[in-house]
């Protein structure tokens, strides 16, 4: 059965940090793709970061600030997010995906349920 848990959210204030993980398991690691994704109230899903074995993949909203990394001895991949802004606001979701997606919703297969970032002004 494949799980990926996400947590770590909660409420930070502008320029704060927070990390997010995602531990994952039922699934072979080193062969998915880990991404994360946000959606915002009234907005779409995007996507913020993914990582495999060969590539990391950044949104240009987060480049610079965001940092993905993970640990294969732990089936878990963490999102470090520093100068947040309240446009980070979202539920963030973990998802893997057995082909290299970049950040194409679509193309995840497994989808942890979401940890909410709330980022005040």
């Known amino acids: 059965d494949v799980q990926l848990q996400a947590s770590g959210g909660g409420l930070v204030q502008a320029g704060g940090s927070l990390r997010l993980s995602c531990a994952v398991s039922?699934?072979?690691?080193?062969?998915?793709?880990i991404g994360w994704f946000r959606q915002a109230p009234g907005k779409e899903r995007e996507g913020v970061s993914c990582?495999?074995?060969?590539?990391?993949y950044y949104a240009d909203s987060v480049k610079g600030r965001f940092t993905i990394s993970s640990d294969n001895a732990k089936n878990t991949v963490y999102l470090q997010m520093n100068s947040l802004k309240p446009e980070d606001t979202a539920v963030y979701y973990c998802?893997?995906?057995?082909?290299?997606?970049?950040?194409?919703?679509?193309?995840?297969?497994?989808w942890g349920q979401g940890t909410q970032v709330t980022v005040s002004s």
């Open positions: 998802a893997a995906s057995t082909v290299e997606g970049g950040l194409l919703a679509g193309l995840y297969n497994f």
């Open positions: 039922g699934i072979t690691f080193d062969d998915y793709a």
């Open positions: 990582i495999s074995s060969t590539n990391t």
